[in-house]
């Protein structure tokens, strides 16, 4: 069991403050990059370059995979709080 002491509130916080970042940031990445894949390659009927459509999904699923358990924990500690 995690004592409640300053240190933790301090922790707690500081990824309050970083998770706008943390889960935005991936996410506008991804969402630019198959932008740029529909305006630029589908579009124009050029579909032998998928590089931008799957490197986008790609971070879009990872950044899923890891922020789903991410705001569950953060969820968990402030209620502890």
Known sequence: MVKKNKT???I?????IFTPLLILLPFIVG???IYD????????NQLE???ELIIGVVII????M???P???????AIEKK
């Open 8 to 10: 933790n509130d301090r």
């Open 12 to 16: 707690i916080r500081a990824e309050l």
């Open 31 to 33: 969402v630019s990059l």
């Open 37 to 44: 894949w529909i305006n630029r390659d589908f579009l124009t």
């Open 49 to 51: 370059l998928t590089a």
């Open 61 to 64: 699923i990872v950044n899923l």
């Open 66 to 68: 890891f922020d789903i």
């Open 70 to 76: 991410f705001l569950n924990s953060l969820k968990e």
